[in-house]
Nanobody, 120 residues
Framework: QVQLVESGGGLVQAGGSLTLSCAAS????????MGWYRQAPGKQRELVAT??????NYADSVKGRFTISRENAKNVVYLQMNSLKPEDTAAYYC???????????????WGQGTQVTVSS
């Protein structure tokens, strides 16, 4: 199994910044995609950003404000969030697609989530 532990959430004023971190550990053979999703109360979970190798993908709502990066050797992914808006308030979930062995299937794993609250 693979465990994902997020950190860095909190309360920030509109216009402020936060950096989320997520470390993957456990029986990791390799990881291809790492990313972040978010879920606001009463809404569906939505994609924020993903990174595969050096290729990044962002939701339109965060382009130009959020930056995803990754330390492959440490299996860590970051989400730098700038110019935060109240509508960014949500629980942010780290995710990765990984294999636990050379013959295992690719599996998607999720973290427990970290809360980001942006006050107006």
């Amino acid at each position: 199994q693979v465990q994902l532990v997020e950190s860095g959430g909190g309360l920030v004023q509109a216009g402020g910044s936060l950096t989320l971190s997520c470390a993957a550990s456990g029986s990791i053979f390799n990881i291809d995609v790492m990313g972040w999703y978010r879920q606001a109360p009463g809404k569906q979970r939505e994609l924020v950003a993903t990174i595969t190798g050096g290729i990044t993908n962002y939701a339109d709502s965060v382009k130009g404000r959020f930056t995803i990066s990754r330390e492959n050797a440490k299996n860590v992914v970051y989400l730098q969030m700038n110019s935060l808006k109240p509508e960014d308030t949500a629980a942010y979930y780290c995710t990765c697609r990984a294999r636990t062995g050379p013959m295992s299937v690719w599996t998607v794993f999720w973290g427990q989530g970290t809360q980001v609250t942006v006050s107006s």
